[in-house]
């Protein structure tokens, strides 16, 4: 797995520092480029990782007694919590995600469902992208009759700069296969909306 060029980005933060007038050799400056790409290691290393990796050890459902697989009728983690890097800023947003499948013929453990989202979000992002993006390796991976993924965030490049709205969030939904008919996803939603409340 390649990582980011941790040189590139410490030279990159020292001229960034002396653009903007400061000195990177004052004690609490020096160690910062060091920091910072450490920092975007981590904020950026999905860059290098194939999300649908995480759901190849997805298991077959068991039989019913007439022999056809037992599907369910959903599966949902709520509230997956994730940090990503806007693009248009490289500021953070921030929220959770609420993600559900139906069951073809394999389930898959649920943690890999927040490794997933992790993936996906460790990289320059727009949030709407991003939602489906784990939409789409949900279907693919899973193979799933159902995809729903609903992200709830708030935007550092909002709260922090220009209009400043600090008590605004962003919503944004994807859904794939019988889970884009809005019949078929109001419960599911119904549910979702239940985890924000109280």
Known sequence: MTGVDRARIEAAVTELL????????????????????ESYDEFFGGLHRDPVEHLKDAVPLGSSDDGLPQTGDAVMVRGIEFRSICEHHLLPFVGVVHVAYQPGERVVGLGKLSDVVETLSARPQLQERLTEEIADALQEGLEARGVLVVM????????????RQTGSSTVTVASRGRLTDPLQRAELMALIGSSTRG
Do not use: F, N, W, Y
Request: proline residues 9%; positive net charge.
């Open 18 to 37: 002396l653009a903007i007038g400061e000195d990177p050799g004052r004690p609490g400056l020096v160690k910062t480029p060091r920091r910072v790409a």
């Open 152 to 163: 709830d965030a708030v935007h550092r490049c909002v709260v922090a700069r220009g209009s």
